[in-house]
C-alpha cells in the first residue's frame, strides 16, 4: 500500500509568499491518495491503481483506478464502481470527473443519496454545478430506501422528520419496485434554496402512475417552500366525488399563502385561499372559500374567515370572525379549512335560552363576529384596563322549524373599564363598569318579539381582605352589583303598554366568606412515597331578594352544575340576573401526591350546598324552597400514568337517583397509541357513549443483516370515534378511519358521519396520500 500526501493542488504553493488575502482565509485540507500502486510526479498528474482512496476533509472517493491531476484538482475515474461521500451524501457509478476546488463534476450511470432531503435514486448522468447544486438526466428519485443491510432509512411510525443516516459508504438503493417514484428526463436539485424541479414530471405510486405534470417542484429540507402539498379526495352524499390540492406559496419570512383547487362532481370547481402572517407586533389569518357557481343549488356560495391581532401606541387590537353566504353551507361545506373550527354550537354560546335542546342545536349554526381594542393603565398604586368591542352574530335557521332557536343579543358597541388597588391593611377593591348597546339579529326579532332592544350599563364593585397561609385561608368579601336598563320602543306584536321607551335600574348587594384548610399526612405504598392532603372548604353567601322579573335579560343564563359553580355566589352568568341567597356550601378534597415529584396520582371531592332560605330568583323560575342541593361527587385517578378514570355524579337526595353523571376512561400505553371512553348521563336530557381511538392494528418488522435491530417497515393504525345516542338509538357524528405508514409515505382512509339535523345525516368518504420527501401534509383529516 502506497500513501502520497499532497498538501496544495498548485504547482506555486510553495514558491510564493502567501497574499494578505491568501492568510485570512482558513487552509484548505490536504488531499490525501492512498493506493497499492501509485505513478506520477509531484504537482503533476498521479496514476493511481488498486484499492483507490482519495480524501480532502469531509469528501471522500474510492475507485480500482483513478487519474489525480493536482495542477487543477481533477479526479478522473474510469472502469466503474466509483464511490464518491461528502458528510451524509453518497454516489456511486461507472465512472466520472470531479474538480475537487470547485466542486463541481459529472458522473454516468449514478446511485446517489442525498442526506439533506433523505432521498435518492438513479439517472443517465448527474452532473454537480457546484457544492450546492446538482443535475441529474433521466432521473428517477424516491424516498423508499434501504441501507445494504436492508434496514429503511424513513422508519414507519417515527416522528416527523425523524431519519436515520446511512450506514455504508455506499449509497441507500431503492426496493425492486419502491412505493413511490418521481421520473423526469431532468431534476434540478438546489440544496441552498432547498427546493428541486422536475421537468415532465411522472409520478408513480405502487408501480401505477397517478400524475403528470409539465413542472413539479418539491422540499429538499424542513425549510418552507412553495410547492403542491398532499391531495385529498372525498365522496360525501351532498357534494358527490371531490378533490382538493393545496399549492403552498412562501412568500416572505413573515407571511405566506396556500391556494386550495377543489372540484366536486355535484357542486363543480371552487377554490378556498388562505392567508397567514406573522410580524413582532401583528399577526392575522385570512381564509376564504368560494364557489362561483354551484351546480345543485344554481348560485354562488361562500364562506370568510379572519382573525387579525396587532398592537400600537401602547393598544392591543383584535378582530375575528366567520361569515357564510347562506343558512345550509354548514351542511354542505363544514369539512373545509374556512368552516372547521371557526364557528360555535348553540350550546356554547346560547345554553339557557332556549329550553328545548333539539340535536339540531348542536350544530355549528351560530357565527361570530367581533373587534375589540384595549389599553392597559396605572395610575399611581391602581391599575386597570380600558377596552372597547363590537359583536354581531350571523344565524344559520334552515327550513326546518323544528331546528330554529333564539339567538343571543349582539353587543353593538361594548365600552368597559376595570381596576385593581390595594388599600391599607391588605385590604383588595375592584371595579367592572360597562355601557352596552344590545340589539337582535334580524331572525331573532321575528322569533321572539317580545324580546326588545336596549342599552345597559352596569358596575360591579367588590371589597375584599384575603388571609392567606400555608394551612389555610379566610376571604372575606362584599360585592355591589348595580345596573341601569333603557329599552327601545317595541314595534309589533310587542307594542301596546310598553311601546314607550322604558327605564330600570336595580342595586345589589352580597356578602361572602370564603374559608379553608389544608392537612397533610406523608405516607407510603410499596417503594413510593406519599402525601395525603386533607381539604375541607366552606364558602357562605347571603344575597338579599330584589324582584327581577320585569327586568330585561340581556347576557344571563343558568351556570351549569359542577364542582366550581356550586361554590359561586351567583347562580347565573352575565350580569342581568342576580340570585337571592342565603346559604352555606360545604366541600372536602382529599389528594394523594408524590412526595419527589409533586405529580397527583388520586383526586375525590364531594360539595353539597344548604340554603337557609327560600329562593325566588332561580335557574328554574319559579321559587326554590329545597333545602339541600344535589350532592356532586368526583374522583380522578392514575392521573400521571398510562391509564386514567375521571367520573363526576350528580346525585338528588329528594329523588333519591342520579340526575347527571360522566364516566371517562383513559388508556394510553405509547404514543400515538391511546383509547378514550367517555359516558355521559343527563336525566331527561341525553345518554351518550363515545369512544375515542388511535391504536396500531399492523405492524410488519424488518430484521438487519447481522441482528443489528428490527425496524418497523408498515405500521398500519385505526382512528375511531363513534358518538351513540343511547336514548335515540343511533350513531351522531363519527369518524373511522384508517392510516398506512410505510416511512416513505403515508396513505389514508375514512369515513365520516355527520349529523345535520334531526333526520339529516350526511356521510363522507376521505382518502389522502402523503410522500415523504416529495410532500407534506398541510392537515390529517383523520386528526380529532
Known amino acids: 500500500m502506497v500513501w502520497a500526501v499532497l498538501v496544495g493542488t498548485s504547482p506555486l504553493a510553495f514558491a510564493q509568499s502567501p497574499s494578505p488575502a491568501a492568510t485570512a482565509a482558513p487552509p484548505k485540507p490536504p488531499v490525501v491518495l492512498q493506493a497499492q500502486s501509485l505513478q506520477g510526479v509531484p504537482d503533476g498528474q498521479t496514476q493511481a491503481q488498486g484499492d483507490v482512496r482519495l480524501g480532502q476533509g469531509a469528501l471522500r472517493m474510492e475507485a480500482p483506478q483513478l487519474r489525480f491531476d493536482a495542477a487543477g484538482g481533477v479526479v478522473f475515474i474510469e472502469g466503474g464502481g466509483v464511490r464518491w461521500a461528502r458528510q451524509r451524501d453518497r454516489l456511486q457509478s461507472e465512472s466520472g470527473v470531479f474538480e475537487i476546488d470547485r466542486s463541481v463534476g459529472e458522473f454516468r450511470s449514478p446511485f446517489f443519496f442525498f442526506g439533506q432531503s433523505m432521498a435518492g435514486g438513479s439517472g443517465s448522468t448527474l452532473r454537480m454545478l457546484d457544492a450546492q447544486r446538482v443535475e441529474i438526466r433521466d432521473a428517477r428519485l424516491t424516498s423508499c430506501l434501504a441501507d445494504e443491510a436492508g434496514r429503511p432509512l424513513r422508519e414507519a411510525g417515527a416522528r416527523p422528520g425523524v431519519t436515520r443516516a446511512p450506514r455504508l459508504e455506499a449509497p441507500p438503493r431503492a426496493d425492486t419496485a419502491p412505493g413511490w417514484e418521481l421520473r423526469s428526463p431532468r431534476i434540478l436539485l438546489d440544496f441552498e434554496r432547498e427546493e428541486g424541479v422536475a421537468e415532465q414530471a411522472q409520478l408513480q405510486f405502487l408501480g401505477l402512475p397517478i400524475m403528470a405534470l409539465p413542472r413539479l417542484s418539491f422540499p429538499l429540507g424542513d425549510a418552507r417552500r412553495s410547492g ?320 327581577q322579573r320585569n327586568l330585561p335579560n340581556f347576557d344571563a343564563a343558568p351556570k351549569e352544575f359542577n364542582s366550581t359553580s356550586i361554590f359561586s355566589e351567583n347562580a347565573f352568568s352575565g350580569i342581568d340576573r342576580v340570585s337571592d341567597a342565603h346559604q352555606v356550601t360545604l366541600g372536602m378534597t382529599t389528594r394523594s401526591l408524590d412526595a419527589a415529584t409533586g405529580a397527583e396520582w388520586i383526586r375525590g371531592s364531594i360539595a353539597q350546598r344548604v340554603q337557609l332560605r327560600d329562593q325566588t330568583t332561580t335557574p328554574a323560575g319559579g321559587v326554590a324552597n329545597q333545602r339541600l342541593s344535589d350532592v356532586l361527587l368526583a374522583a380522578t385517578v392514575g392521573a400521571q400514568s398510562r391509564w386514567g378514570v375521571d367520573s363526576t355524579v350528580q346525585y338528588s337526595p329528594d329523588l333519591g337517583r342520579t340526575t347527571r353523571s360522566v364516566l371517562t376512561l383513559r388508556y394510553q400505553p405509547a404514543l400515538n397509541t391511546t383509547l378514550l371512553a367517555s359516558y355521559r348521563y343527563a336525566r331527561d336530557l341525553a345518554e351518550t357513549v363515545e369512544v375515542r381511538a388511535n391504536w396500531p392494528l399492523y405492524r410488519r418488522l424488518s430484521t438487519a443483516s447481522g441482528g443489528a435491530g428490527q425496524d418497523c417497515t408498515m405500521l398500519v393504525t385505526g382512528a375511531t370515534r363513534l358518538n351513540y345516542n343511547t336514548r335515540e338509538g343511533k350513531l351522531a357524528d363519527s369518524l373511522l378511519g384508517l392510516e398506512g405508514d410505510a416511512g416513505c409515505w403515508i396513505m389514508r382512509l375514512g369515513v365520516q358521519r355527520q349529523s345535520t339535523g334531526v333526520t339529516e345525516v350526511v356521510t363522507r368518504l376521505i382518502f389522502q396520500l402523503e410522500l415523504s420527501g416529495l410532500t407534506r401534509s398541510r392537515a390529517n383529516p383523520l386528526r380529532f
Open 228 to 547: 403542491w402539498l398532499p391531495p385529498t379526495a372525498r365522496a360525501d352524499t351532498r357534494s358527490g366525488f371531490e378533490v382538493s390540492a393545496p399549492y403552498y406559496l412562501n412568500l416572505a419570512p413573515h407571511y405566506d399563502a396556500t391556494v386550495t383547487p377543489i372540484v366536486a362532481t355535484r357542486r363543480g370547481p371552487s377554490v378556498e385561499l388562505e392567508f397567514r402572517q406573522m410580524g413582532p407586533a401583528q399577526a392575522g389569518l385570512v381564509q376564504l372559500h368560494h364557489l362561483p357557481q354551484d351546480q345543485v343549488l344554481e348560485r354562488s356560495r361562500s364562506a370568510l374567515y379572519w382573525q387579525q391581532q396587532w398592537r400600537a401606541a401602547g393598544m392591543q387590537f383584535r378582530t375575528e370572525g366567520l361569515r357564510v353566504s347562506d343558512d345550509d353551507y354548514w351542511k354542505d361545506f363544514a369539512h373545509t379549512q374556512t368552516f372547521q373550527r371557526r364557528s360555535f354550537s348553540v350550546l356554547d354560546v346560547a345554553e339557557g335560552l332556549n329550553a328545548e335542546r333539539t340535536q339540531a342545536n348542536l350544530q355549528p349554526r351560530l357565527l361570530a363576529q367581533s373587534a375589540q381594542a384595549e389599553r392597559p393603565w396605572q395610575w399611581g398604586g391602581v391599575s386597570g384596563l380600558a377596552y372597547a368591542r363590537v359583536q354581531q352574530w350571523q344565524v344559520l335557521q334552515g327550513t326546518d322549524p323544528n331546528g330554529a332557536f333564539i339567538a343571543p343579543y349582539q353587543r353593538s358597541p361594548q365600552m368597559g373599564l376595570t381596576a385593581q388597588a390595594q388599600a391599607w391593611g391588605g385590604v383588595d377593591l375592584a371595579l367592572e363598569t360597562e355601557a352596552n348597546r344590545f340589539t337582535r339579529p334580524d331572525m331573532a326579532i321575528d322569533l321572539a318579539p317580545q324580546l326588545r332592544n336596549g342599552q345597559r350599563w352596569h358596575a360591579l364593585a367588590t371589597v375584599s381582605r384575603p388571609w392567606i397561609a400555608a394551612a389555610g385561608w379566610v376571604i372575606p368579601k362584599l360585592t355591589l352589583n348595580t345596573a341601569s336598563y333603557r329599552l327601545d320602543t317595541a314595534t309589533g306584536p310587542a307594542a301596546g303598554a310598553a311601546a314607550a321607551g322604558e327605564v330600570f335600574s336595580r342595586t345589589i348587594p352580597t356578602l361572602s366568606v370564603d374559608g379553608g384548610l389544608n392537612f397533610e399526612q406523608r405516607w407510603r405504598l410499596g417503594d413510593r412515597s406519599l402525601v395525603q392532603t386533607l381539604e375541607p372548604r366552606v364558602v357562605y353567601v347571603n344575597t338579599p331578594m330584589r324582584d
